[in-house]
């Protein structure tokens, strides 16, 4: 029932936008540095602040990862980053492989997939939620470092 529920939750990315917590910390937000709207601008993790700079777009499945309201996306910078890879936003630009990922369900959220090569959206630092800690691109290995929720 709970994977159903959040599910459910995860189905309403499609259509609205939303923060991205780590793995149910409703406290702490993917967020755009210092709300610049610019390509390169770094990605990090912050305390929520219903701010533009927090709310994104997205669905499961094959998906951009929009900064709502903008033409940004977030950008792993490469086709296959290397571990540790800091996440920035950039124009999106259709179909380019650094903007594109996978979002599949977990049981209490979802994971962020690099196109299909096991890479992660991940928190560095065995999930630091400090503020300021970098979004990065990570191997998948199954830990809660790369669970996102809504
Ligand atoms: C941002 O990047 C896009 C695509 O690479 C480019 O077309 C655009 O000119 C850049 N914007 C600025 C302000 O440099
Ligand atoms: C997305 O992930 C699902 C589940 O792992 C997988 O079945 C599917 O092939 C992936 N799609 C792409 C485009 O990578």
């Known amino acids: 029932m709970k994977s159903y529920l959040s599910l459910l939750a995860f189905a309403t990315l499609v259509l609205s936008q939303t923060a991205l917590n780590p793995n149910g910390n409703g406290n702490k937000c993917i967020d755009v540095k210092n709300g610049v709207f610019a390509n390169g601008t770094a990605v990090q993790i912050y305390d929520c602040n219903r701010t533009p700079a927090q709310q994104w777009v997205a669905s499961l499945g094959p998906t951009t990862i929009r900064l709502a309201n903008t033409n940004f996306c977030l950008d792993s910078t490469t086709a296959a980053p290397p ?9 999106c630009i259709d179909n380019i492989a ?8 977990t049981p209490t959220g979802g994971r962020f997939t690099l196109g299909n090569q096991g890479i992660c959206l991940d928190l560095r630092n065995a999930g630091d939620v400090t503020n300021g800690n970098v979004v990065q691109a990570w191997q998948c290995v199954g830990t809660t470092y790369d669970v996102w929720t809504n």
């Open 98 to 105: 650094a903007q594109q990922w996978n979002f599949t369900a």
């Open 83 to 91: 571990n540790g890879t800091p996440m920035r936003i950039w124009q």
